[in-house]
């Protein structure tokens, strides 16, 4: 950490969609040992923000303002200012890198929202060392792509553990609930993926242990099953957008636990699978034609041209509107298998992760926070001796580019606090 560092979080991209919220999030909760400050290039609208912070929470700690860009000087005032800094400027493949570079160097700590997968990959290969050296957190993924898959697979791996003495064979997990839509910078950020990192990286990167620090002995094993199947405990699934950036993420929590608390390894075998759970066979095939059309279209420049016509524009998303979302709770599920072989039948576990608050969006701001808030946890807990290091394997392993679930029970605990409820029992 920076030794002048006087913030204790810094929110770059307050005036952006997601950024508004999160800037919300951290004013409901802002008490009076709370120093914080809202950045972005637009000083005029980081004023604008202010006022309604101090109009919508009279009583509450109001943020500091700092103007910055995307320059390297920008980058080094902002993780100069505070113990942790949350971005939420994207696409990251864009404007993001900056940023983790001098965070990384100056042992600052970083927490974000993308769900960027081949950018990370970028990340880890360029600054995890140095992260490592200065001590930095650096901890990319933390929002409603991939916090639930990693939480979630953490949970039930360590239920199975605890409950059969054994690692996990595998863990199917599932979108069971999703209320709302995609925001302009979502879609802005799905079309620069490939613009900026074409086909052959993005598949490089998409392998599931491309994000891991260490290999397996044995090949990766993949589920087999037809695109739309009945799962006896999920219901009837078909393959997730997601799937792929949550798995690079999960399998780097497989990786980096192999590597530095092996008693509490997942299982050599382990694997994981991302679904959406649908009504019936034939919403199953449409939304599955859907997202291989989309995957597709988004190849073509033509398509991506017009899309960006049409759809919502950066800076703008779903609303927000707290009734508007009471349909229904944002809930994944998942169940794991034991990886024994005791010829006594499958043991399972089956997970959960509930939010009824909000929509994706809402969860967004919630995570990002609450994961910033537990790197100043382990920050504090390691200062003072008094860090559980067999409960947070970030605070074990003290720095580098790690995950939502290396935060370990210091985040669960502050999840659950915030109503957000992460379960894992025997089936
Ligand atoms: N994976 C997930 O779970 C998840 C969830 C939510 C969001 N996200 C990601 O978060 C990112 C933001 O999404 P959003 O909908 O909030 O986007 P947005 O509304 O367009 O906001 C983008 C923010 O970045 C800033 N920005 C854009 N270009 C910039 C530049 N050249 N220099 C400095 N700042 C710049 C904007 O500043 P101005 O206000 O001045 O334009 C704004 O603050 C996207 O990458 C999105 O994919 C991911």
Redesign the pocket.
Known sequence: MPPSASLDIVL??????????TAQYIARLATPNLRWAIA???KD?LTAKLQELRRLFPDRTPPEIIV???DDD?AARLAAAGKVVIS?????C???SGLVKACAEAGTHYI?????HPWVLDMIEKYDETARRTGALIIP?S?????PADLVSYKVVKTIREEYGVGTKDVHFSLHNLNGG?????????F?VIEVFGLRRIAASSHPLALSPVHKDRPYSFPRHLPVFTHPVLGTLTPWL?GT?DRAIVMRSWGLTEQHAPEQSYGRAFAFTEYKRVKNVLEGVALWATIAVLSVGVLLAPFRWIARRVIT?????PSQDFNAHRQGTLEWRAVGVADTNDGKGEKKVLGSFKYDEGD??A???L?IVEAALSVLDVQRQREAGTLKEEECLAGRIGGGVLTPASLGEVFLRRLDKVGVKVDAKKL
Do not use: H, N
């Open positions: 770059f991209g307050a005036t952006g969609f997601t950024g508004w919220i972005a290039r637009s609208k910055a860009g995307l920008s939420t400027v994207g696409p990251y864009r404007y993001g974000d929202c993308t769900g960027e993924q929002a409603f792509e991939s916090a995609a925001s302009g910078g979502t879609m802005e950020t799905f620069s997601q950036p524009q950066p800076g703008s998303g994706a969006y969860l967004t701001g995570l």
